[in-house]
Each structure stands twice: as C-alpha cells, then as structure tokens.
C-alpha cells in the first residue's frame, strides 16, 4: 500500500522560507510512471497545484507560483521536498504531497497534509 | 487559470441520485479528457473517484460515475449512501497546469 507522509514547521514567519518534506513508503519514487506533486489548499483558494518532480530531477511549477517554488528530490530516501519562498499571510494552507500519475493525470494517493501558518 | 465551476453544495435523500457539475473552459476540460473528481470527508485528505472522465479506482463503489459534454464534466452519485455526505472536487489538466480544481460541493444526505 502506498503511503506519503508530509512533514515540516507547522508556524512560518512572513518573508521566510517554507521547507516541507514527503516520505513515500510502499512505492519507489524512481518509478517512471508517476510525478510526484504538491497540492495546497486553503479556504480562499480552494485547491491549488503548486508543482511537481520527476525522479530524474525534472520539475514542472504552476505559472502563478514559479517563482517562489522549488521542489527537489533524494531518491535514495524516497523523499521529494518543497520550498516555497516569501511567505505571506495568503500561503497560510494545508499542504499536501501527492502521486501523479503520468498517463492518468490523476493524484492518488494523497498524503494526510499538514497545516502551515504564516504569521510573525 | 480560473478555477473551474462547481455548485456550492447538492442535497438528497439516501436511495435517491445526485449530480455535481463542473464548468471549465476550452482550456482544460474542453481540451483533454483528463477530468478526475475526488471526495473529501472533514479533516481528511481528498481521495480520488473517478479519473479519465468516467474511469473508477479500484474499490470506489460503482454508484459513482463521471461523464463529460463540451466544457462542462458531472459526477452522478446513484443511490445516495449517507456516507456519500462529503465535499466533492472537480480536476481538469490545463496545459501548463497540471491540475485546475474546482471551488468544492458539499454533498449533503438529507
């Protein structure tokens, strides 16, 4: 059974960096079969596709966010990682790790998600 | 990119059929049949139902089924369960998005 674990600061400060980790378990993210996204979502903006990473190192960001993310990847952990740059109050979201399926475009499954709040 | 359309919130009685609609664009839902909806019960994380337009996960009951005409997609719920009680999120490939969600519909099981 898969399984993807976020974890990370659940407080971060306006103008700092957020740093988010998702562990996958019963699956390799070296398989070449899936992206390996990050999702947020917030009661503002509802759902919201931040970005995902190939295991060969390939990244693919959503326009609106491109130039504040990054997103990384340590095959030999089965980690990929986020981060998100000048942080603002509007970033404040449960933040979700997700695999993507290449040939579906489906995010299944889904990590439980962790809440991170922006404020000093 | 807007997200996509959904109605805020659908009611019925258990035993009887609910449908959510989902209006996008030419953009995404019109462009690719990469429609997939997902369900989210209070605290937990979206699981996804229906993937391809009308494809169903292993395991996700057969009451629910997806379709698509034009720029607007639907998920029919048959047979209201009252576990079915969920929000329910729409998802369409974009292009240069991944994934564009719609705002959510709450179903309620009267």
């Known amino acids: 059974q898969v399984q993807l674990q976020e974890s990370g600061p659940g407080l971060v400060k306006p103008s700092q960096t957020l740093s988010l980790t998702c562990t996958v378990s019963?699956?390799?993210?070296?398989?070449?079969?899936?992206?390996w996204s990050w999702i947020r979502q917030n009661p503002r903006k509802g759902l919201e596709w931040i970005g995902y990473?190939?295991?060969?190192?390939?990244?693919y960001y959503n326009p609106s966010l491109e130039s504040r993310v990054n997103i990384s990847v340590d095959t030999s952990k089965n980690q990929f990682f986020l981060r998100l740059c000048s942080m603002t109050a509007a970033d404040t979201a449960v933040y979700y790790c997700?695999?993507?399926?290449?040939?579906?475009?489906?995010?299944?499954?889904w990590g439980q998600g962790t809440l991170v709040t922006v404020s000093s | 990119q807007s997200a996509l359309t959904q109605p805020r919130s659908v009611s019925g009685s258990p035993g009887q059929s609910v449908t959510i609609s989902c209006t996008g664009s030419n953009s995404d839902i019109g462009a690719y049949n990469y429609v997939s909806w997902y369900q989210q019960h209070p605290g937990k994380a979206p699981k996804v139902i229906i993937y391809?337009?009308?494809k169903r996960p292993s395991g996700v009951p057969n009451r629910f089924s997806g379709s698509k005409s034009g720029t607007t997609a639907s998920l029919t719920i048959s047979g209201l369960q009252a576990e079915d009680e969920a929000d329910y999120y729409c998802?369409?490939?974009?292009?240069?998005?991944?994934?564009?969600f719609g705002g959510g519909t709450k179903v309620i099981v009267l």
């Open positions: 019963g699956a390799s993210i070296s398989s070449g079969d899936y992206y």
């Open positions: 990473i190939f295991h060969t190192g390939s990244t």
């Open positions: 391809d337009v009308n």
């Open positions: 998802c369409s490939y974009a292009g240069t998005y991944r994934g564009v």
């Open positions: 997700a695999r993507d399926s290449i040939y579906d475009n489906c995010f299944d499954p």
